[in-house]
């Protein structure tokens, strides 16, 4: 009885001391809004840019190099497209470097649903492109993570990229049709659909470049985020 007395007249602290109590819970770490909000952003700037761009600066290009208007479109194209290489760099000056581990994990999510949106629309429009993108997009997309054997993930989603995809297909096709080309002539094939692609965008409003430069672009450089998420 004295002893229930006793206690009950300690402090908290004392209280909490003599009946053992087990160790506070560690406090909840919040995922920041911007761990998210930034490299979405960016994607999308750069696929307006891919967008955008070539088209505009067609003039600028011809008066500072020896290149056709025609050429410059699709070297521009090129160049905006190389640069998303370098986005994580950029991108984690904006992200908080308090942000959690599973921050990616989030990302890679919401990268999976938004690939999933696109694979499914471009099947209803065109069963034979929309398969054959989500036979080379989805199992890079599927094995991205910043852990593991980075240099090897890097590569695959590099070889299934929207440009990588459409070269190998030049080169396919052509081996589909006993007609096979050198490294150099694909390359050129390669070019002239590029700029047919654009051309006729502008030309006949065909959607096949805004859906590449607007829509799996944007989502393969979120991809390419995680790859290399800090």
Known sequence: MHLHEAEAGLGPKEAGAVSGSSPPLPP???????SLV???????????????????????????????????????????YAAGLALPHNTHRVVSTQAPDRGWMALKLVA?????????????????????LAATMVPAAALTEP??????????LVLTS???TLLGSVFLWRELQE??????????????ALAQGV??????GALLFPLLALGLYPCWLLFWNVLFWK
């Open 28 to 34: 909840t770490q919040g995922m920041g809004l911007a």
């Open 38 to 80: 930034a490299p979405l952003l960016i994607s999308q700037a750069m696929g307006l840019a891919l967008y955008v761009l070539p088209v505009l600066g067609q003039h600028v290009a011809t008066q500072h190099f020896p290149v056709a208007e025609a050429e410059a479109v699709v070297l521009t194209l090129l160049a905006i």
């Open 112 to 132: 999976l649903i938004y690939l999933a949106l696109q694979l499914a629309c471009i099947t209803l429009t065109n069963f034979s492109l929309g398969f054959l």
């Open 147 to 156: 852990c593991g054997p980075r240099p090897l993930y890097a590569a695959l």
């Open 162 to 164: 929207p440009a990588a």
């Open 179 to 192: 007609a096979p080309l050198s490294l150099a002539e694909g390359w050129q094939l390669f070019l002239a």
């Open 199 to 204: 051309l006729e965008h502008h030309t006949y």
